[in-house]
T-cell receptor, first 117, second 111 residues
Framework: GDSVTQMEGPVTLSEEAFLTINCTYT??????LFWYVQYPGEGLQLLLK?????DKGSNKGFEATYRKETTSFHLEKGSVQVSDSAVYFC????????????????FGKGTKLSVIP | KAGVTQTPRYLIKTRGQQVTLSCSPI?????VSWYQQTPGQGLQFLFE???????NKGNFPGRFSGRQFSNSRSEMNVSTLELGDSALYLC??????????FGSGTRLTVV
């Protein structure tokens, strides 16, 4: 079955540090890949996505590249801010499932990021 | 453009009771999927509805059920509540497999 493995935190960084959160996946078909962010007490917000191999998703200084050869979708940001403190989830949507007629996401466990001034 | 609306935001129920949660998707989105989020198990898929039909279901007991109405609004029901059902329940609205917009969730506490 489908699965997503991401580095577990918590991760604590100083402001302006470089961020990498690793994410690897296993999927039956050709998945679309996502990063979602969750702030305390809130739902999930889409941070970025990539729908095919070698696509790069980017948003608010965050980037991730869909690497089919390594089945990875690592999240990076060059300079984190205190406001980036949140939980980050890597997720996939597998076309093998959507081809069978179901839209659903498979999530990693989440990585809690804390950025200190 | 209105987002995904989940009601209520918070619920406290007693063991053995049942509960119904509601999700109104983005206008034009016909797919609604539901997820349970707990500290121990993370985010787990419950079920997905499309045009009033359940297309897929996750690995949850039959106490968890749902439905979708002709206006695409969806409800999920949990009967005979257990302490372990305490969780944040999230729904997502989709046009395709490439886009999922989440609501703010319903926080269910079972006492």
């Amino acid at each position: 079955g489908d699965s997503v493995t991401q580095m577990e935190g918590p991760v604590t960084l100083s402001e302006e540090a470089f961020l990498t959160i690793n994410c690897t996946y296993t999927a039956t078909g050709y998945p679309s890949l996502f990063w979602y962010v969750q702030y305390p007490g809130e739902g999930l917000q889409l941070l970025l996505k990539a729908t095919k191999a070698d696509d790069k998703g980017s948003n608010k200084g965050f980037e991730a590249t869909y690497r089919k050869e390594t089945t990875s979708f690592h999240l990076e940001k060059g300079s984190v801010q205190v406001s980036d403190s949140a939980v980050y989830f890597c997720a996939l949507s597998d076309n093998a499932r959507s081809g069978a007629g179901s839209y659903q996401l498979t999530f990693g466990k989440g990585t809690k990021l804390s950025v200190i001034p | 453009k209105a987002g995904v609306t989940q009601t209520p935001r918070y619920l406290i129920k007693t063991r053995g009771q049942q509960v119904t949660l509601s999700c109104s998707p983005i206008s034009g989105h016909r797919s609604v999927s539901w997820y349970q989020q707990t500290p121990g198990q993370g985010l787990q898929f419950l079920f997905e509805y499309f045009s009033e039909t359940q297309r897929n279901k996750g690995n949850f007991p039959g106490r968890f059920s749902g439905r979708q109405f002709s206006n695409s609004r969806s409800e999920m029901n949990v009967s005979t509540l257990e302490l372990g059902d305490s969780a944040l329940y999230l729904c997502a609205s989709s046009l395709s497999r490439d886009g999922y917009t989440f609501g703010s969730g319903t926080r269910l506490t079972v006492v």
